[in-house]
């Protein structure tokens, strides 16, 4: 029976994620499989990979093709790198220990870079909310100073009409404005 490892959608429209699955070629997509070796949800940024990397290598050294999308995650996760290694120890070009060590030092190298991507978006994340609120900051400033030049019209308006301002109106009117101008700040 020949075996394929690939990708069975799940989740809603629009939102999907997928399991990690070694399965009869001949099962439906979604339908029955052999095996769960791990998950895949492309809906993060980066995308989450949980995959059992031991059971995947199992697997490969049995004959399982996958698929090529299936192929870049175990890839990318290091299951094809192991297999790889496996392969040499198997032949004696290689001992366990020496494999081992090699794969563990590629996994360093994958963490490392996956952090520094991490850490990069993250530093764009902060840096856009604070370019958002320097431009938020702006135009709070730019309507408070359209208020206050409308309310100076509308004072000088009232002192010619009237011969003198209404001396209630404008510190009540600039202690509300004051105020408003603080919860904008604070927020």
Avoid: C
């Avoid at 996958?66 to 040499?88: F, Q, V």
């Avoid at 994340?125 to 509308?154: D, I």
């Amino acid at each position: 029976m020949p075996v394929k490892i690939r990708l069975q959608r799940h989740g809603r429209k629009g939102r999907a994620f997928f399991w990690i699955v070694a399965a009869d070629v001949r099962s439906k997509r979604d339908g029955k499989f052999l095996d769960k070796l791990g998950i895949y949800n492309p809906n993060t940024n980066p995308a989450t990979i949980d995959l059992d990397v031991d059971g995947a290598v199992k697997w490969l050294q049995n004959g399982a093709q996958p698929t090529d999308t299936a192929r870049a995650i175990l890839s990318y996760k290091g299951a094809l790198l192991k297999h790889h290694l496996a392969g040499g120890v198997r032949k004696g070009a290689l001992t366990e220990e020496q494999a081992e060590e090699k794969f563990k030092a590629w996994l360093e190298e994958k963490e490392g870079k996956i952090n520094a991507k991490k850490e990069n978006l993250s530093k764009e994340e902060q840096e856009a909310r604070e370019k958002a609120l320097a431009a938020e900051k702006e135009v709070n400033e730019k309507r408070e100073a359209e208020y206050k030049a409308a309310q100076a019209e509308a004072d000088a308006a009232a002192v010619t009409e009237e011969g003198e301002p209404e001396a209630e109106a404008t510190p009540e009117a600039e202690t509300a404005e004051e105020a408003k101008a603080e919860e904008k700040k604070s927020e």
